[in-house]
């Protein structure tokens, strides 16, 4: 039976059309796949840069972090406790910086073809779960050398894994869609990032925050992400209940808005980009 | 008589341009910030909201279109054509009116969008596809009848940037010829490629049209809308002229471009940082004779100079009505000494088409000014537009032949040796 198609102007609050995102799945597929296939053309260490970043970053870390400034990290060995909060980092850093430059890398998809628009950020946000993917791989090397036995919460890393791609697709697809009409975004984007990196306990506990600062800090996503991930990876990190919940909450709210934020703002994209 | 398959009602889509801040375009924080703060403390600022250029690029415009019907859209740049195709294909929003389609759409807006160079031909006609709303399985039924429409079986495996601009559009065209789909929208898309490869889009699109499938055509081309479409409309200002048969619309719409297009007239400011301001061209036929046969068409500009200069070049760009770039020519590339100083002050200039090189048929004209190799002073695209007709070569038989651009009055030196 052939189908029905009406265009007409739409109301403010839009349907989020979860229909015509599953028919497009194939696209999201192959946007992502052209993305991993184009990033490392032309490179000498190809995919070997998803191994260089975390690892040196772990180096570095611990050096500054842990032997000049002596933050401990509670029994772990320093080099695992950075490199699991690197890991989660990294996506997310990676994620909000393409999926906000992604809607104008594809001004020529968007100005020439329909199809979902969502689907440019967010394929921008998930193609990072590649090298996501290699970095775990070398995490389980390392537990290996250091002969660290995670414990039975490795079981809950999935979930982690999934809280980290809502607040980085959250994050991404506010930045995306404003900075679609104010390209300030763009100019605005790496400070942003690196103002975020110091507000995150990648290279220390959060544990060491004031008591009174506590709420503030954990309004940053990543907070609760990375604690998270130390949890279910290395068994022990600071993750009080009431926080935990705070952190998913705001995380949701994040991930939630922005997709009715970046519905409400596509039609326009077309006109304005 | 079945249910139309599109049916447009009251489509209307306004947009607002000129420096203004709702307009289009990227701007930034302090771009907001400080129009606001003009409108607060100044009265003239907050009058002008009223004045605000408004245009409609699609206004009022109704219409249906029956089941494998072709039909043609013709209309000057700007009369909302591309508007219209983009709110078809969902790019854009209407901002009132509605349209209902039944059955699947292919929209083709441009040839080769999403191809990315990096990749192989391969890759590209898979990414492509899917980026135009085809399924893998789809592709992989069709993709060896792509690959040999292409003609790119020996360059599969080769990334796309190591093409030829003919390979590339070529197989850009074929993945895009071979969607499946019962309503297809194609704009101004086989204005490109050489003469063989436009007649062979050509053809498939009239296939398409056979296999009873419905399209919606763009093209300035009228030769094409003519072969393709029995039914065509009118596009003037965003709303719809005329829709009828296409011998009737083409007919209206080269008569009435022939009287529009003959003059512009520069409505911008001045701007002083620019050496030189374009105030108007026009087309002008050589002699009086209402008869204009042979009598030649010349263009003549007239600009200014805001100050003392060298290396300026004024000229101009002609297009035929497949869109194809006949020549570029100014006059420092003619005359070196153009290219010398000129004095501040007002020109006048006259520059003639040699219409003995032309076929029949409806030329563009864009005038610039640039400094070579530097910067833009003035650009403005199919601003001037003729349309040649020579009897004369109507007399002798071939000369108009479809093949090839120009038309070419040899002269051939014929020994017989034996």
Redesign the interface.
């Known amino acids: 039976m052939?189908?029905?198609?009406?265009?007409?102007?739409?109301k403010t609050f839009s349907a989020l059309h979860l229909k015509d995102l599953w028919e497009?799945r194939?696209?999201f597929y192959?946007l992502i796949?052209?993305d991993v296939?184009?990033r490392y053309?032309q490179t000498v260490l190809g995919a070997g840069w998803a191994i260089v970043r975390p690892v040196v970053s772990m180096v570095v870390f611990t050096f500054i972090f842990n032997k000049l400034a002596g933050f401990s990290s509670e029994g772990i060995p320093y080099q695992l406790f950075t490199l699991s909060g690197i890991m989660a980092w990294n996506f997310f850093s990676e994620g909000i910086t393409a999926s906000s430059q992604s809607l104008i890398a594809?001004t020529?998809?968007?100005?020439?073809?329909?199809?979902p628009r969502l689907i440019i950020p967010s394929a921008a946000v998930l193609r990072g779960l590649v090298d996501f993917g290699i970095g775990f791989l070398i995490f389980i090397g390392f537990l290996a050398y250091y002969s660290y036995n995670p414990g039975w919460q490795i079981v809950l890393f999935p979930l982690a894994v999934l809280w980290g791609i809502a607040a980085s697709l959250g994050v991404g697809l506010w930045f995306a869609a404003i900075g679609?009409?104010?390209?300030?975004i763009a100019q605005a984007l790496p400070f942003v990032v690196q103002l975020l990196f110091w507000v995150t306990p990648v290279g220390y506990s959060s544990a060491k925050i004031p008591a009174k600062w506590e709420m503030l800090y954990w309004l940053n996503p990543m907070t609760g992400v990375v604690e998270s991930f130390r949890y279910t990876l290395l068994g022990k990190a600071y993750l009080p209940t009431n926080l935990l919940i705070f952190s998913i909450v705001v995380c949701l709210i994040v991930f939630v808005s922005g997709i009715f934020n970046f519905r409400r703002m596509e039609?326009e994209f077309?006109?304005?980009? | 008589m079945s249910e139309p398959v599109i049916v447009v009602e009251n489509l209307s889509k306004q947009?607002l341009i000129g420096e203004n801040i709702h307009g289009?375009?990227?701007?930034?924080?302090r771009d907001i910030f400080d129009y606001k703060m003009r409108r607060i403390f100044s009265r003239k600022e907050r009058q002008r909201k009223k004045e605000e250029t408004t245009i409609w690029a699609l206004k009022d415009v109704s219409f249906e279109v029956g089941e494998g019907e072709a039909v043609g859209i013709i209309g000057r740049n700007g009369a909302g054509k591309s508007t219209l195709l983009?709110?078809?294909?969902?790019?854009?929003?209407?901002?009132?009116?509605?349209?209902?389609?039944?059955?699947?759409?292919a929209?083709l807006?441009?040839v080769g969008?999403?191809f990315?160079l990096?990749?192989t031909g391969r890759?590209n006609i898979?990414?492509n596809g899917?980026?135009?709303?085809m399924?893998?399985k789809e592709i992989d039924k069709r993709f060896d009848e792509i690959v040999q429409f292409a003609g790119i079986e020996k360059f599969l495996d080769t990334p796309a940037k190591r093409y030829s601009s003919g390979m590339y559009v070529r197989l850009a065209f074929a993945v895009a010829a071979h969607l499946e789909a019962?309503i297809l929208m194609v704009d101004e898309v086989l204005a490109v490629g050489d003469i063989q490869f436009q007649r062979k889009c050509m053809g498939k699109m009239k296939e398409v049209g056979r296999s009873g499938r419905t399209i919606l055509f763009v093209s300035h081309n009228m030769e094409a809308i003519s072969q393709l479409c029995r039914k065509s409309m009118l596009l003037q200002s965003g709303e719809l002229l005329e829709f009828s048969d296409t011998q009737s619309v083409t007919s209206r719409y080269l008569s009435s471009n022939i009287v529009s297009g003959l003059t512009f007239v520069n409505s911008d400011p001045i701007d002083e940082r620019k050496i030189v301001y374009i105030k108007s061209a026009q087309i002008v036929h050589n002699g009086n004779d209402s008869d204009q046969t042979d009598l030649g068409i010349s263009v003549n500009i007239k600009y200014d100079f805001l100050r003392d200069a060298d290396s300026v070049r004024i000229g101009i760009i002609v297009k035929n009505s497949f869109g194809i770039i006949l020549w570029r020519n100014g006059d420092a590339d003619s005359e070196r000494r153009f290219f010398g100083k000129r004095t501040k002050g007002s020109y006048d200039a006259f520059v003639e088409i040699p219409t003995h090189l032309l076929k029949n048929g409806i030329y563009y004209v864009t005038i610039f000014s640039d400094i070579p190799m530097k910067e833009w002073l003035f650009y403005r695209e199919d601003v001037l537009c003729f349309e040649h007709h020579d009897n004369a070569t109507e007399k002798v038989a071939f000369v108009d032949n479809p093949t090839g651009i120009l038309r070419m009055d040899l002269h051939w030196r014929v020994n017989k040796v034996e």
């Open positions: 052939q189908r029905e198609l009406v265009i007409q102007p739409s497009y194939e696209l192959f796949w052209r296939k184009v053309k594809n020529n998809l968007i100005t020439k073809v329909y199809f679609v009409k104010y390209r300030d039609k077309a006109d304005v980009i | 947009y289009r375009g990227a701007r930034t924080f983009k709110i078809l294909s969902r790019i854009t929003e209407p901002m009132m009116g509605r349209a209902i389609l039944r059955g699947r759409v929209s807006l441009e969008t999403g990315n990096e990749l890759e898979y990414l899917s980026i135009l709303g399924r893998k019962e």
